[in-house]
């Protein structure tokens, strides 16, 4: 039976990392998958994991299994973040479950909507490219629209057209902050009419928060969000600490589902611990129980916060010095400036990306993405000549 398996091309993006790792030229960039890299070019574990790795080390007395919502401290400790201080759970109408990592919450979320009988999945294009691999494996359809314009900026008249084609019972999968792999996110104004239009059509909001804190700042981020709560019913939500926290392969994420009362959540979130049960039966414990440390402990917060400003920080300043060198040969990195997170989509066709990988060391996403976050003072120079280039 077995041999009725057809060999499957590697994913992508983790097949770039293999790539990479493989060149032995001294002055490859790695602009692929989206890690953030400090200006020396390293991931480090954040001080205040190291700080709460130490604490569980000394604290924790027994691994024994918890559930299929996982930690339940860390899901409570997330949400004042997520759904903000004044009303974390929305009169008792958010509840929420542990995921292994932001693709776990992915999956359980639109595995969710199945179950509920959404079979479409509405989603701006281009998108980070599991979503739609998630959206096929579980037999779902998946309609498309434009995410963004030409000129850079969100496509409002596209997403318009989306929702007003939508039915009520369609899915909707909106990214909440730095779009990926665009970098452009929709304004506060446009979130605000998102968030009607949502709520007039009744299709169920499904949005991913995958990089909160790595846009604007943990509140600012969340606006879009909390804008899309306060209209609608029902939504659900899918969260990812890999990034923020910088947990990456520790799997850390979550899956929040709001519905229109209180006394309704019990029967959705059962759901998704059967879901969670025939899937990975409970999530990894250790990063989950590392952040609900940090989030119990003020000055572990203040320290934590204070690492996601420094990653902030840096990646405005390569997104500015990008945005200033504004044509590399027939490329305008200009609007690159005002996009945010880890992503933006250099405008490359497909031999100028594999150019810019063979004769120039630079590895990026074949939609054209890069990770900014892989620019250095030691290389950006060498990149913004490479895009030239080959562009010109
Ligand atoms: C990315 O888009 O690079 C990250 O979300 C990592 C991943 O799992 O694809």
Known sequence: MLNNLQQQPADALLALIKLHNNDPRA???????????????????????????????????????????????????????????????????????????????VRLSLALA???????????????PNHAQIVADLGLELKTFAHSTA??????????????????????????????????????ADWDEIALLLAKSGVLPLIDLAYQGLGTGME???YGLRAVLAQVPEALIAYSCDKNFGLYRDRVGAVYVMMASA??????????????RAAWSMPPDHGAAAVRLILEDEALTALWIDELDQMRARMSQVRARLAGAGMAGSVNLSPLGAQHGLFSIVPLSGPQILAMREKHGVYMAGSGRINVAGLTSNNIDQFIAAVADVSA
């Open 220 to 222: 600012e981020d969340a």
């Open 263 to 276: 006394d309704q959540l019990p029967a959705a979130i059962s759901n998704g611990h059967a879901l969670a």
């Open 151 to 188: 000129d850079g900026t969100a496509d409002m008249a596209a997403l318009r057209t989306a929702i007003g084609e939508a039915s009520a019972e369609d899915a909707f999968l909106l990214h909440g902050c730095c779009h990926n792999p665009t970098g452009i996110d929709y304004t506060h």
């Open 114 to 128: 199945k179950r509920a009988g959404v079979s479409r999945i509405w989603m701006g294009t281009p998108s980070w």
């Open 27 to 105: 002055d490859k960039i790695d602009l692929g998958v989206g890690v953030y890299r400090t200006g020396q070019g390293d991931t480090p574990v954040f001080g205040a994991i190291k700080a709460a790795e130490k604490k569980l080390l000394e604290t924790q007395v027994s691994k024994a299994y918890l559930g299929p919502e996982g930690d339940m401290g860390f899901v409570h400790a997330l949400m004042p973040w997520v759904f903000g201080k004044a009303d974390p759970s929305m009169s008792g109408r958010i509840e929420g479950m542990q995921t292994p990592g932001g693709t776990g919450a």
